[in-house]
Structures are given as structure tokens and as C-alpha cells.
């Protein structure tokens, strides 16, 4: 049987783990938009040197980090060595 004091020392704990979580999962996704923004900069940067349109901007935020990844590559390989 627990006690009152094991049952709240629970309760405090999962409040900690949860904020812990939280605080963890706002990092990542501050870190994930940082790295989509670069990837962006990085395909239009290769789009004008390449002088081709620029891909709109909220057009290259709908692709996944993978995506973007790729596409920048792609670009890259393209230009003149």
C-alpha cells in the first residue's frame, strides 16, 4: 500500500519527467528549424547561381528536412566545379 507522501513524491516526479520532455522536444524543434532554414538558404543560393527561378519559400518549408537535404545536393552537384 502506498503512502500519501509516496503517491505525491509520484506525482512530483512525473511533473519533473514531463517538463524534462517538454523542454527536450522545444530544443529538437528549435534545432530542426534552424537546419530547414539553412537548407533552404543553402537551395535558393544554388538555384540563383545556377540562374534558375527561385523556389518560393513557403513551397521548400512544406518538404520534409530529408527532402530539402537532397534537393540542396542535387543543386550542388550541379555547378560548375
Known amino acids: 500500500m502506498l503512502t500519501q507522501s509516496d503517491v505525491e513524491r509520484e506525482r512530483y516526479e512525473a511533473r519533473c519527467k514531463a517538463q524534462l520532455d517538454y523542454?527536450?522536444?522545444?530544443?529538437v524543434s528549435r534545432l530542426e528549424g534552424q537546419e530547414?532554414?539553412?537548407?533552404?538558404?543553402?537551395?535558393?543560393?544554388?538555384?540563383?547561381?545556377?540562374?534558375?527561378?527561385?523556389?518560393?519559400?513557403e513551397q521548400l518549408a512544406a518538404m520534409s528536412l530529408d527532402e530539402l537535404s537532397r534537393r540542396a545536393a542535387e543543386l550542388e552537384a550541379l555547378l560548375p566545379q
Not at 523542454?23 to 530544443?27: A, I, N, R, S, V
Open 23 to 27: 523542454d527536450t522536444d522545444m530544443k
Open 36 to 57: 530547414q532554414r539553412r537548407q533552404i538558404g543553402r537551395i535558393q543560393a544554388y538555384e540563383r547561381m545556377l540562374r534558375r527561378p527561385e523556389t518560393p519559400t
